[in-house]
């Protein structure tokens, strides 16, 4: 078997008292759509955060292609091929569509003061570069006409879209969308499932977070379930859906709710 | 805004705004060669600027090139460096006269004790403010808002009562016969005369502009504007935010040096209380009032901040009004200015659109001040229908 993309090893995240994430396991194989479901608050979010350096990790290890990434510097894990796309849509609100992208793409550019004002060949070379990289991604990700709209003017589903092109753009090998669909019409997330397999399809690892079952059983490959900060489940789509404890775990949680 | 709606319609500011915004739009889809057409107007208006004529009417009390010299000069040129700091980083500095400072000394001390040609003084000044840039940001840098804010204040204050006390650079006596600049032979003499010290300031201005421009456009100027609006998800996204904030701090420092030593250059004296706080504050006044991150603005802001108190020193009619001389209540009229401008355009006499918006929405630029100045009374629909 060849080295997963993403590994957690035994990862435990505490927040004061608080147990967010508890002795977690994940190995995701390269070339996968991994889909991590569970209840609200089960952690899910926090395992972006850990692997993409928000937090570090109380206990455990988290492995990229089987280096070992947690304490690394968040920009560095980005530029070493994790992006992600966030629950609470974090765009850069006040500027264009394209150059959301491009602050992506520059993620592997080198330009720094001099190069930019000396108006120096390289630079002019890598600003065209990305440029184009950015109107490829906007038409990749299903907006080619919102090129020059200020990011917070696109409707909402786009604004999703946007998010994914601007992490895209940063030429991730694993890329985590937590809850792409979220507020998304049913024609939106048919369109969104059939994006994600075509990021997948581009030689890309997909991890996912959502809601929406249907999407989620359409689309990913294995699915794991959280439910307070533990992993109670993983399998195929059909095998976890039938899992007596996530059954319980969903039920069990509604019945809290109420 | 509240203040929109209190002045209505009726604010003639407001068509000033149209037209503003008007005016962009051209420049936004306007031709090469029109632009071209542009800054050649503005070079050649700031060379014919100094001209006697104009003189009598903008100062009346005294001379006309040296005010443009200094302070006018002098603040768009400091005003140009810490708009890179605060406007287009949006990292709040209240001691950049420290920078303005190093420049200077560095200029007076390796000029006087060393004999150093002028213009190697002056690129050592540019250095020495690079490297105190990098030494205040170093460590402060990850500070956020207001404790950015507080730290590089006091840094302003350190360097000032550092040169008070160091009595190898003058204490405070401060540094007398700092050499003017070299002479270029055949091209120009700097003497006494004042206009080729203010050609030189344009150079310099002109120069930094165009840098400005370029960065701002730049990997760098994006790098810059992410990090204003979403520090955290620009790093997600790649940005070393820590480098670039202290890039910004650098470059604007070096702004801030430039400035300096041209201004000691001429100056021939100079002394602590050349570099006092109120002169930071006075400048991010010009750069707020302005329009933060908008280099016309800024200029304007600059220029707008700089020109009215040596106006307001011969105002024949406000002598007849007040039956005394109004050169004793200059200050007091800036204020009431500067009070009335800030309150008929918040954003800035020319505010980049950009920028405008993240003032409305409380994100982004001047640490926390974007939020304070926010309530749950901001309307983000207005600016976002525009
Ligand atoms: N920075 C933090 N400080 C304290 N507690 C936190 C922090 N981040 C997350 N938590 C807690 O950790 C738990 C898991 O949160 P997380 O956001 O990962 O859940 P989630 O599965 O993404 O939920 P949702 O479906 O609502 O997005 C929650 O109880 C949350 O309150
Ligand atoms: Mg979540």
């Known amino acids: 078997m060849s080295t997963p993309v993403l590994q957690l090893d035994n990862v435990t995240m505490r927040f004061g008292g608080v147990v967010a994430l508890r002795e977690a396991k994940i190995s995701i194989a390269p070339g996968e759509i991994f889909a991590l479901i569970g209840p609200n608050g089960a952690g899910k979010t926090t395992v972006f955060n850990v692997v993409t350096g928000v937090y570090q990790p109380t206990e455990g290890q988290v492995l990229f292609n089987g280096t070992r990434i947690d304490g690394t510097k968040r920009f560095k894990i980005t530029k070493l091929g994790i992006a992600r796309t966030f629950q609470n849509i974090r765009l850069f609100h006040n500027m264009s569509a394209l150059e959301n992208v491009m602050v992506g793409a520059d993620a592997h550019h080198k330009t720094g003061a001099i190069g930019a004002t000396l108006n120096l060949p390289w630079h002019r070379k890598e600003e065209k570069r990305g440029r184009e990289l950015a109107r490829e991604l906007l038409d990749f990700v299903g907006i080619p006409g919102r090129m020059t709209e200020t990011a917070k003017n696109l409707p909402y589903g786009d604004q999703r879209r946007l998010e994914i092109a601007r992490a895209l753009a940063t030429d991730p090998k694993l890329l985590l969308l937590d809850e792409p669909a979220a507020g998304m019409n049913p024609a939106e997330k048919e369109a969104l499932q059939a994006l994600i397999r075509k990021i997948r399809d581009s030689g890309r690892t997909v991890l996912l977070i959502e809601h929406d079952m249907s999407l989620v059983m359409g689309v990913s490959d294995r699915v794991a379930v ?5 992993l109670i489940a993983e399998g195929l789509p059909h095998e976890v859906q039938t899992n007596p404890r996530v059954i319980e775990a969903y039920l069990g949680v509604s019945e809290d709710a109420s | 805004m509240k203040g929109n709606g209190v002045t209505g319609n009726a604010n ?35 060379l014919i600027l100094p001209a006697p004529a104009i003189g009598t009417f903008m100062s009346p009390g005294s001379d006309w090139t040296t005010v443009l010299i200094y302070p006018i000069g002098t603040y768009i040129l ?101 050499p003017h600049p070299t002479d270029i032979p055949g091209v120009v003499d700097f003497g006494l005369l004042p206009a080729p010290y203010y050609y030189l300031i344009v150079i310099a201005i002109v120069l930094v502009i165009i840098f400005s421009v370029r960065l701002q456009k730049s990997r760098v100027g994006r790098a810059w504007a992410a990090i204003r609006e979403d520090e955290d998800a620009a790093e997600l996204m790649g940005v070393p935010t820590f480098k670039f904030k202290l890039l910004a701090f650098a470059i604007g420092a070096m702004i801030g040096g430039l400035a300096g030593g041209l201004h000691a250059g001429r100056a021939v004296f100079i002394e602590p209380n050349t570099f006092p706080f109120i002169l930071s504050a006075t400048i991010l006044a010009a750069v707020v009032l302005g329009g933060a991150g908008n280099l016309p603005g800024v200029i304007l802001g600059a220029f707008v901040i700089a020109w009215l108190p040596e106006r307001f020193r011969e105002v024949n009619w406000l002598k007849d009004l007040l039956g005394r001389d109004p050169a004793e209540y200059r200050i007091l009229l800036f204020g009431g200015v500067l009070v009335l401008m800030m309150a008929l355009r918040p954003e800035g006499l020319l505010p980049s659109r950009r920028r405008k918006a993240e003032l409305h929405e409380g994100t982004g630029g001047m640490g926390t001040m974007g939020a304070e100045v926010t309530g749950p009374d901001t309307d983000v629909s207005t600016e976002a229908a525009k």
């Open chain 1, 226 to 230: 959280l439910d307070f900060g533990q």
């Open chain 2, 12 to 46: 003639p500011l407001r068509r000033v705004g149209a037209l503003v915004d008007g005016a962009r739009d051209w420049w936004e889809h306007a031709k090469a060669w029109q632009r071209y057409a542009v800054y050649l107007g503005a070079v050649v208006f700031a």
């Open chain 2, 78 to 178: 400091l005003a140009v460096g810490l708009n890179v700091v605060v406007g287009q980083a949006g990292l709040l500095d209240l001691g950049f006269v420290a920078f303005f400072a190093m420049g200077g000394y560095s200029v007076a001390y390796f000029g006087t004790e060393y004999g150093w040609n002028y213009w190697a003084t002056a690129v050592m000044g540019i250095a020495m403010a690079a490297v105190s840039g990098v030494i205040l940001g170093a460590p402060t840098l990850r500070l956020r808002g207001d404790y950015l804010a507080i730290v590089t204040l006091g840094f302003g204050e350190i360097v000032r009562i550092t040169a008070n006390n160091t009595d190898e650079i003058g204490g405070a006596r401060g540094i007398t016969n700092v």
